[in-house]
């Protein structure tokens, strides 16, 4: 059973920095591209970030220069260092990962979201 799992997330002021990580668990083969949204109150759920397996990076204008996602594929594990937060990126951010399992003598992938965290930019 493969699980996915965000943390890092928490209160801080304008203009402070937090990095959240998203953790896959299970029997996984590998994961390929990652995405990291949010969803702030009463709003839709926004891409924020990508990053392909190799690491290649997008981000959505309103975060580009501030936002910086990473990933260590030894661990199983994405990054996203989020510095001089505003309070408009107040948000439960999830990450989103295409996953591979073997099953027998194939490989399957999924797509997982993991559970949320939330960040909340306050002073």
């Known amino acids: 059973q493969v699980q996915l799992v965000e943390s890092g997330g928490g209160l801080v002021q304008p203009g402070g920095s937090l990095r959240l990580s998203c953790a896959a668990s299970?029997?996984?083969?590998?994961?390929?591209?990652v995405g990291w949204y949010r969803q702030a109150p009463g709003k839709q759920r926004e891409l924020v970030a990508t990053i392909t397996r190799h690491g290649t990076t997008n981000y959505a204008d309103s975060v580009k220069g501030r936002f910086t996602a990473s990933r260590d594929n030894a661990k199983n594990t994405v990054y996203l260092q989020m510095n001089n937060l505003k309070p408009e990126d107040t948000a439960v951010y999830y990450c989103?990962?295409?996953?591979?399992?073997?099953?027998?003598?194939?490989?399957?992938?999924?797509?997982?979201w993991g559970q949320g965290t939330q960040v909340t930019v306050s002073s």
């Open positions: 299970g029997s996984i083969f590998s994961i390929n591209d």
């Open positions: 989103n990962a295409g996953i591979q399992t073997i099953q027998g003598d194939q490989i399957h992938e999924l797509d997982y």
